[in-house]
């Protein structure tokens, strides 16, 4: 089941409002696309989802088992 994502949150480092988005993020040379972020109408500091965040541990632990 995919989770769902709230398309606003509030910024943590300024108080402003933070939009959901979708880009690449890069991580450990490995290149997640359309991975969801939020980012500040403000400051434009990106925050992401712990969920996801662990989900991207899960995957890259599969893809290291793999290769």
């Known amino acids: 089941m995919k989770r769902t994502l709230d398309n606003e949150i509030t910024c943590m480092v300024c108080g402003g409002d933070a939009i959901l988005k ?26 992401y989802d712990i969920d996801m965040l662990i989900e991207l541990d ?8 793999t290769a």
């Open 22 to 47: 979708y880009g690449d993020y890069e991580r450990n040379g490995i290149v997640h696309h359309d991975f969801p972020y939020w980012e500040c109408s403000q400051c434009g500091e990106k925050h």
């Open 58 to 65: 899960e995957r890259e632990k599969k893809v290291k088992a």
